[in-house]
């Protein structure tokens, strides 16, 4: 199976600074549906005007990949030129400061571009070769902190301290209940290996002592607030999810003629930071924080505002503070999400529970590298590029217990920051 890998290059040398394009990677052969053969990381797709294409994004019908150059504050569009190679697809186009991730629109009209650097969000147009035709900054006027004194009061649905206190109180129950049985099912399976014995314990690290750990800052002491853009997601009644890290937020779109409208936001914990966010096929949205390591689940209401039905912990074992959970992303069916962990470099799995409003962290094993930024599963296999070590590792899932064992192959791979599959026709 063949995947496109978007990395940190030259430009961007404190993340690494390894790549100098859009790479590739097999992971068995080419034409194969399967992706838990061996890992081959092989020449460039194509030298990007930017050496760093953080994040790629796949267009929904056509043979296009988009990839945001974070260094340059710029998107690029490429057509696929062969099996193993991408070309331009015209211009690239300036958007914003450091411009972290691209979500397509299922029709392919347009995508929507979130700016870490500047906080902005920017709806791109496309055209009907997938082409870049324009792109306007939804985000000038509409860019408040929900926990801040200029929010509006009807924009925001803030949790009360009492309120967060009682749902973590209770995740923390669910999930030792959950621990116990995630331990139960992996022990009949124990292989007798250390990673094996690595799960059995809860997870990568759990005992030890790490130099340099520290708690949560205290964010009543922290620097001035800044908005930082992270992610964008579709969903299921037409409108548009963004994570607000730097504001702790979720802001909802709608979908206006060439442009989007700010719908209402939804306040998470201070401090927590939103990062990325994934679907659940029941149309919940979960959503993983960098700084409180948590989960959060999301859902509309009766009058169709969105706001927090649920939160968890992302591993038992996780640390906030010396622990940055990155990447989110769902099984095969949605019965598991799975969540990278930067710090411990391991994959926390959770069990989805209900019609998607439950979430239970029962797992943490290692990624098999250092600072998992990006991860991705195919079938019975999670990809993960592990980013300051400079390689992507291969790890097969349990069909049972849906916990991912050791690594299974590895390959390295510049700067690895993205996965994507490699449209099959």
């Given at each position: ?259 989007l409208k700010a719908d209402h936001v939804v306040a998470l914990p201070k401090g927590s930071g939103p990062r990325h966010m994934t679907v659940h096929p029941s149309g919940h949205l979960h959503v993983v924080t ?136």
């Amino acid at each position: 199976m063949l995947f496109w890998v978007g990395g940190y290059g030259a430009d961007l040398s404190a993340m690494g600074g390894r790549s100098e394009g859009i790479g590739t990677l097999t992971a068995g052969a080419v034409d194969t549906a399967w992706s838990s053969g061996s890992l081959s990381f092989g020449r460039l797709a194509t030298r990007a005007p930017s050496p760093s294409p953080s994040w790629l994004a796949a267009h929904p019908t056509l043979d296009v990949v988009y990839a945001a150059h974070e260094g340059a504050g710029a998107i690029a569009a490429y057509e696929r030129a062969d099996v193993m190679r991408l070309r331009p697809l015209g211009r690239s186009l300036r958007v914003g400061e450091s411009p972290c991730h691209i979500a397509v629109a299922p029709d392919g009209a347009f995508l929507v571009v979130t700016c870490y650097g500047d906080g902005r969000v920017v709806r791109v147009s496309l055209d009907a070769q997938g082409g870049l035709a324009g792109a306007i900054v939804v985000t000038d006027d509409v860019i408040r902190d929900p926990h801040g004194a200029d929010a509006h009061g009807d924009e925001r649905d803030v949790f009360t301290a009492a309120a967060i206190r009682d749902l973590r109180a209770m995740a923390a129950a669910l999930a030792e209940d959950a621990r116990v049985e995630a331990v139960s099912v992996a022990r009949e399976g124990y292989d007798g290996t250390d990673a094996g014995a690595n799960a059995l314990d809860g997870g990568a690290g759990a005992d030890a002592d790490v130099p340099g750990a520290s708690a949560a800052p205290d964010i009543d002491q922290a620097p001035p607030r800044v908005s930082h853009a992270h992610a964008s997601a579709f969903l299921p009644d037409g409108r548009i999810a963004t994570t607000d890290l730097g504001f702790d937020a979720v802001r909802i779109w709608k979908v206006a003629s060439n442009t989007l409208k700010a719908d209402h936001v939804v306040a998470l914990p201070k401090g927590s930071g939103p990062r990325h966010m994934t679907v659940h096929p029941s149309g919940h949205l979960h959503v993983v924080t960098e700084y409180s390591c948590e989960v959060f689940t999301l859902a509309p209401g009766p009058h169709g505002r969105w706001g927090v039905v649920a939160g968890v912990p992302v591993s038992g074992d996780a640390r906030a503070g010396f622990d940055f959970p990155s990447e989110l992303s769902a099984g095969r069916k949605g019965e598991f999400l799975y969540a990278g962990v930067r710090g411990s470099d391991a994959i926390a799995t959770l069990k989805v529970r209900g019609s998607g409003e439950r979430v239970e962290p029962i797992a943490m094993v290692e990624s098999g590298g250092d600072w998992p930024r990006h991860h991705l599963v195919e079938q019975d296999t999670l990809l993960v590029a592990n980013q300051l070590s400079g390689e992507v590792t291969s790890l097969p899932i349990s069909e049972r217990s849906g916990v991912p064992g050791r690594v299974r192959h590895r390959s390295e791979a510049g700067s690895p920051s993205c996965i994507l599959p490699a449209r099959v026709d």
